[in-house]
């Protein structure tokens, strides 16, 4: 039975497909070594037109129109430059009122794309460009521990690792953000004050990585200018301890935050990736699970949310449960030795090495 | 044994949905067909599978586990037809929900008439609109195409002209289109579907065809009076099948082993609303499908459907839109224990992350029914505006009278106790009058809807042999009176022999036991001129009711439903409901 999976990995080999969804101009070239924040692709997104109706701006019918258009489609054009002109004794020019390029002639008319500021798709993560894709994009691929996440306020950053807590449950306070160095990614447990990413703005760091924050903080942490990843989700919850544990020995390395919401249309989830070189037996982080005997789970749902167990069996058919739900179920065996049969709907899958 | 019986065909009907796949099994049992299992599995559609196969596979293999039966062979070819030998099925039927909504931009003459007779046709199918452009729209002809090459629609519709009617006004509105279609790139220009003055087709795909695929349907305001969608949306679905099986193989593989007849998911939920509706020509019967990514609103008088599809607005990872139209105040209203906006807000996000998992405590089915109440009291209020003016209303602004109300999608069919579920249903449609609640447990009537096109016979005899579970039949007065003051008297003669004589209070909720598929009978007068839906304000009468898992409910707590103030009143109120429907 497949099930999500969630990586909590020392050492993988991670490989990213970053496009757009149109097409654009490639940055990169294979085999190129890329930060987080470098541009991968870059394409005209939204850009606007502008319409000019040579034909009555001349004073000529749209049939002859034609003959008095001094450009061709494709060509760039400058604010100013004459588009068409009537010479003679009664001259008359049409001249484009912004930078672009003619994208059609037709029927007496000439339309210019305006020249526009091109969104930018950044890497995501450090590595080196295995692979082109035409006019869309990049596949990344890179090596070092990862630890994906639960949400993400959809910024991309890198910088220095800086743990701010000793438990996985530690509140981030705003004081501690203050007096470090610029580049840093803070990591902490949970945070429910806004005034601790009001001075984090003002210390300009790189990233912020906490297990949850209180919901009602989403839209401060939506205007700011760097990556906040939360690994676990909202309310009071604390850092899971594996990402704790592998985040805290990674302390001072640098480390890139990809805060990208996560999206099951694309597949793209938050993830925190800590360039490392690997064993060579080392393999790609897996990107779905088959539930297994054996397989570490988490329970996703009440009740032992959040609790972590090994598969110790899969009942065949449906199991009633106490609330009257006949469901298809996964015995779990617990660290405390406790036996409780769980939804399958109801757990996720944690590939935690260590 | 029924003549059609005797060569009876068997079916396998897959529904590939937002977060489950589920395979089911229909098949002749003792001369009539019935529901004989259903297997599921994660649904795959989306990263990092994409392709839906590999979850059909899966609901496949578990309905074999379940069933024993064999259908698929060692090729991984669906075995057909069936044999006693090797197993297999004789018939497919295939439904989908598991897309995102075509982005659709619709054009028409008049924006009350062809206009929004496109966007009407639009809402029958998985679609968001993005923009819309009449003959009125004061935009500039460049601002249209710079419009439309930001939204970057999936498909147009064009509406407009009455036959024989207007032409060279429907050929303007087009220019946008094509001027936006020929700037960009060949494999993003969205399809044209032409659906209004058939006079002009020929002109519209010859203004058209250079720049998009353009397909011709019935004209969906052939006068002006009249609408007629039905005729168009067939060449909707097979647009809708178009461009789903291109974005994902495993569709493209469902679609050609159902011949071409893959449908979307809800225009199976409708199909048997619709058929439900022809049982009995003077009732009118509501649908309410509650899935993961959508929520379906269907009404079917006497054959004729209309149907609302909300897509975007589902109790999975589309919760984020009910957020923008209802508030954490609203749904916390609905709980029966303390809970701030915070608390719901968490849920709310944390569902979204976990849009397949399941409520197992008291606390978590009673935030998922609130927000489910929310969802569906949306909805059924923007549907309501398109029902048929034929359902009768026993008072203006209340839900019109309907029998059965079938209800689909696990959080309202099976993920808690019938009472929660039911309770939840009377708030979020607030029925008038005397109506049966039916829920489809196994959420298996989108692909009975899609089985009725191979085999005609099966859904008829799976509904009869208990395809639906009624929850009660309800009793819902509408009128005016203080709280505590009777208003309706109410007589139950109960197959036990028992008869009960009860004065029923406004503000009161309470059932009369009655198990599932036992008959009473019930002498229902009204007070205070109060209306339950047997001929007027004030009239009574005799009439024989079917019990189900909560019997006989008397819902005597007003239309439109007020709620106090005051958060703590509310919640000792929801409590007292719960406990009236505890089972």
Request: aromatic share 4%; net charge neutral; glycine share 8%.
């Amino acid at each position: 039975m497949l099930a999500p999976i969630t990586n909590i990995l020392p050492q993988a080999v991670v490989e990213r497909l970053r496009i757009l969804p149109r097409a654009g101009h490639v940055r990169v070239r294979q085999g190129q070594n890329v930060r987080a924040t470098d541009v991968i692709v870059t394409a005209e997104v939204n850009p606007s037109h502008i319409m000019l109706d040579v034909a009555s701006a001349l004073g000529v019918s749209r049939a002859k129109a034609a003959d008095h258009i001094e450009r061709y489609e494709g060509e760039s054009v400058a604010g100013g430059d004459v588009v068409a002109q009537k010479k003679g004794l009664f001259s008359r020019v049409v001249r484009s009122p912004v930078d672009g390029k003619i994208v059609l002639m037709t029927d007496g008319y000439v339309f210019i794309e305006e020249k526009s500021t091109p969104f930018e798709l950044l890497a995501g993560i450090p590595g080196e460009v295995k692979e082109l894709v035409h006019e869309m994009g990049a596949v990344i691929e890179t090596t070092g521990a990862l630890i994906q996440g639960a949400w993400g306020n959809g910024r991309i950053g890198s910088g220095i690792l800086n743990a701010l807590s000793k438990s996985p449950g530690d509140v981030l306070l705003p004081e501690q953000v203050e007096g470090g160095p610029r580049d840093a990614v803070l990591m902490s447990g949970r945070c429910s004050d806004a005034e601790v990413f009001r001075r984090a703005a003002a210390q300009q760091i790189k990233g912020l990585i906490l297990g949850s924050i209180q919901s009602e903080l989403i839209p401060v942490v939506r205007k700011l200018p760097f990556p906040v990843l939360l690994t676990d989700g909202f309310g009071d919850l604390p850092m899971s301890t594996a990402a704790f544990r592998l985040m805290s020995t990674s302390h001072k390395r640098e480390v890139a935050v990809n805060a990208e919401p996560f999206d099951p249309d694309t597949g793209s989830r938050p993830e925190v990736l800590i360039p490392l070189p690997t064993a060579p037996d080392v393999g790609p982080a897996p990107v779905i699970g088959r539930l297994e005997k054996g397989q570490r789970i988490r329970v996703t749902r009440s009740p032992r949310k959040g609790t972590l167990g090994i598969i110790d069996s899969i009942p065949p058919g449906r199991m009633m449960f106490p609330n009257g739900l006949r469901l298809q179920a996964v015995r779990i065996k617990l660290e405390s030795g406790e036996i409780m049969l769980v939804p399958l709907a109801n757990v996720e899958i944690v590939n935690v090495r260590s | 044994m029924p003549a059609s019986i005797v060569d009876a065909d068997s079916v396998l009907a897959i529904d590939v949905g937002t977060v489950t796949t589920r395979a089911f099994f229909f098949d002749a049992v003792e001369g009539s067909y019935r529901f004989v299992a259903m297997g599921s599995a994660p649904s795959t559609y989306a990263p990092p599978i994409n392709n839906s196969t590999e979850g059909v596979r899966n609901a496949i293999d578990d309905l074999q586990a379940i069933t024993g039966r064999s259908f698929i062979n060692e090729n991984e070819v669906l075995i057909t037809p069936s044999s006693e030998i090797t197993g297999g099925v004789d018939a497919l039927a295939a439904t989908t929900s598991a897309v995102a909504p075509l982005k659709i931009l619709t054009v028409g003459l008049l924006e009350d008439v062809s206009l929004e007779s496109a966007k009407n046709l639009a809402s029958t199918i998985y679609s968001r609109l993005v923009d819309s452009i009449s003959m009125n729209d004061r935009r500039k002809l460049v601002t249209k195409v710079d419009d439309i090459l930001r939204q970057q629609p999936d498909l147009v519709i064009v509406a407009g002209g009455t036959e024989n009617g207007a032409s060279k006004s429907v050929i303007k509105l087009l220019d946008p289109i094509g001027l936006a279609n020929f700037l960009m790139p060949e494999n993003q220009r969205p399809k044209v579907m032409f659906a209004g003055n058939k006079g002009v087709s020929a002109e519209v795909q010859e203004a058209l065809s250079s720049f998009a695929s353009v397909s011709i349907a019935p004209n969906l305001r052939p006068s002006l009076e009249s609408e007629q969608l039905g005729p168009a949306e067939g060449e909707l679905r097979r647009v809708f099948r178009q461009i789903y099986s291109s974005r994902d193989p495993g569709l493209q593989e469902l679609d050609s082993w159902t011949s071409g007849r893959l449908l979307p998911n809800a225009t199976g939920f409708g199909r048997m609303i619709r058929f439900i509706s022809k049982n009995d020509r003077k009732k009118a019967v509501l649908g309410v499908d509650l899935g993961s990514s959508s929520t379906v609103i269907a009404a079917a008088h006497d054959g004729h459907l209309v149907q609302r599809i909300y897509s975007r607005f589902g109790i999975g990872n589309a919760l984020e839109s009910l957020t923008k139209v209802t508030s954490m105040k609203a749904i916390a209203g609905w709980l029966p224990f303390d809970s701030s906006e915070a608390d719901v807000r968490d849920y709310v996000l944390y569902k979204m992350t976990y849009p397949h998992s399941i409520p197992m405590t008291d606390e978590d089915a009673a935030m998922e029914l609130a927000l489910a109440r929310e969802l569906v009291r949306i909805a059924i209020r923007d549907a309501q505006k398109h029902f048929p003016a034929s359902i009768p209303e026993l008072h203006a602004g209340v839900l019109p009278v309907f029998e059965p109300i079938v209800v689909s999608g696990s959080t309202l069919a099976n993920n808690a106790r019938a009472g929660q579920n039911l309770l939840a249903l009377l708030d979020a449609l607030e029925p008038a009058g005397v109506t049966v609640f039916l829920v489809d447990t196994n959420n298996m009537l989108p692909s009975l809807g899609a089985a009725a096109e191979v085999n005609p016979l099966m859904p008829v005899q799976v509904l009869e042999t208990g395809g639906l579970r009624s929850l009660a039949t309800v009793i819902s007065p509408v009128g005016e009176a203080r709280t505590g003051s009777s208003i309706l008297r109410v007589r139950a003669k109960l197959p036990s022999g028992e008869e009960r004589k009860i004065d029923i209070k406004q503000g009161a909720l309470m059932t009369i036991p009655l198990d599932p598929g036992l008959k009473a009978e019930l002498q229902l007068q009204p007070l205070q001129r109060y209306n339950v839906g047997l001929g007027g304000p004030g009239r009574g009468g005799t009439l024989k009711v079917v019990g189900g898992l909560l019997g006989i409910v008397i819902d005597a707590r007003g239309r439109p439903l007020r709620h106090p103030g005051n958060a703590s009143r509310r919640k000792e109120r929801n409590q007292r409901w719960l406990a009236a429907l505890k089972k």
